[in-house]
């Protein structure tokens, strides 16, 4: 099977993602948050850099959980920011890390 190639919309929403989850995750460990999600380490990593930039849902759910993130305050996080008239959680979290 080919995969298709990602929109650039797509790959930018893949990096809000990951900055999502990555301020999300605070100060917890890498190690801790990808046990309590069971996933592993290098999938959280991949994840938070952008390099996984459309993870299956239930491993962004499973994240999502074990950071104490919820769906609502992600889904804002992953807005397009060009349709944005407000500050989003993402940007908001961003200033606050």
């Not at 460990?29 to 046990?35: D, G, L, N």
């Not at 309590?36 to 239930?58: H, N, W």
């Not at 074990?66 to 993402?90: I, M, Q, Y």
């Amino acid at each position: 099977m080919v995969r298709v190639p990602l929109s650039e919309a797509e790959r930018l929403r893949g990096e809000r993602l990951g900055i999502a989850l990555r301020s999300a995750r605070g100060e917890r460990s890498m190690v801790a948050v990808a046990a309590d999600a069971g996933i592993s380490v290098e999938t959280l990593r991949k994840i938070e850099t952008g390099r996984i930039p459309t993870p299956a849902f239930f491993t962004v759910l499973a994240i999502a959980d074990a950071v104490g993130l919820p769906l609502d305050d992600l889904r804002t996080a992953l807005a397009d920011p060009a349709d944005e008239t407000d500050d989003t959680a993402l940007s908001r979290r961003a200033d606050a890390g």
